[in-house]
């Protein structure tokens, strides 16, 4: 591991910023348009962004690359510039780190899932899948991040798959795997947190996470059943509880900050390591959980 982020294991918690996307998508900044679109059209909402959850309490901040593969990339008009996009994500990040002069936050870049299911369910074989999880990996690291996520994953091949490819290109970066259990206890493809401990403990990934998913009371006992599973550091990053859909038909979640906060005892408690928000959750979450921490 960096000895930078040796350093800040030492004092866990450790905060992590809140969701992405869907902070954007309440400001109005995406109109319709995929994110790493916008990260040129439109920088400052991202830097501003990143600056209010560091300002909140944030001591790792996520790139926005959960698209930025050359797979999720390859049928859209950033097909030919994977390499420019995820620069670009680093790039605002440290610009963000280095407005809010707090120099001692982290740059996790985030590598969400390929996007296309593999042979023999899908027709995207583990060799494209590996090249694709490289080539991202290999920029990341190169533009200076101090840690890599794998997020939301849901296969447990994928994510095997992309941690020999991170792993090929560096033995030694900080490494987290995490999954999202949208079925509640299980992910899309039926894998549960008990199986993934099971696959990736004897792995050299140094944190197992558990990100996104559905209601809060699911991941709190997938946090806890994950904790019963594995020795290594755990991410909890849930969503701000079930989302619903508003009047005019756009996406709210239904736990406020305070709410939020006042379960992060628990969720520490029950062993997390790291902790966040995923969709739904606004720098106002982070504050209130930073806030409950310092108690």
């Not at 209010?52 to 309490?57: P, T, Y």
């Not at 559905?214 to 755990?234: A, G, M, W």
Request: hydrophobic residues 40%; charged residues 20%.
């Amino acid at each position: 591991m960096t000895n930078t982020f040796e350093k800040l294991k030492q004092n866990t918690p450790i905060l992590l910023d809140g969701g992405t996307n869907s902070n954007l998508r309440l400001r109005k900044v995406l109109d319709g348009k995929p994110a790493e679109q916008v990260l040129f059209e439109n920088p400052a909402p991202f830097v501003q962004l990143q600056k209010e959850f560091i300002e909140a309490g944030a001591q790792i901040i996520l790139t926005t690359t959960f698209n930025a593969s050359p797979l999720r990339l390859e049928h859209t008009n950033l097909r030919f510039l994977p390499e420019e996009v995820n620069q670009q994500a680093v790039k605002l990040a440290q610009q963000a780190i280095a407005e809010s002069n707090h120099p001692d936050v982290l740059i996790a870049g985030t590598m969400g899932p390929c996007g296309q299911m593999l042979t023999p369910d899908g027709n995207t074989s583990p060799q494209v899948c590996l090249a694709s999880y490289r080539e991202q990996a290999q920029t990341l690291i190169e533009s200076g991040v101090d840690l890599l996520m794998l997020e939301s994953q849901f296969d447990l091949k994928e994510a095997q798959i992309a941690v020999m490819a991170i792993r090929e290109i560096d033995s030694h970066i900080p490494l987290i795997v995490s999954f999202s259990y949208d079925l509640g206890n299980k992910t899309i493809l039926g894998l549960t947190p008990q199986k993934m401990a099971q696959t990736f403990n004897p792995m050299p990934i140094d944190i197992l996470g558990i990100n996104c998913g559905k209601s809060l009371e699911e991941n709190y006992q997938n946090l806890v059943t994950l904790r019963e599973q594995t020795d290594k550091l755990i991410l909890f990053k849930p969503n701000a509880g079930l989302p619903q859909t508003t009047p005019h038909w756009e996406t709210d979640f239904e736990t406020s900050p305070q709410e939020f906060a006042a379960q992060a005892p628990q969720w520490l408690a029950a062993g997390a390591d790291l902790i966040g928000g995923c969709c739904g959750t606004t720098p106002e979450h982070i504050q209130a959980i930073a806030a409950q921490i310092k108690k």
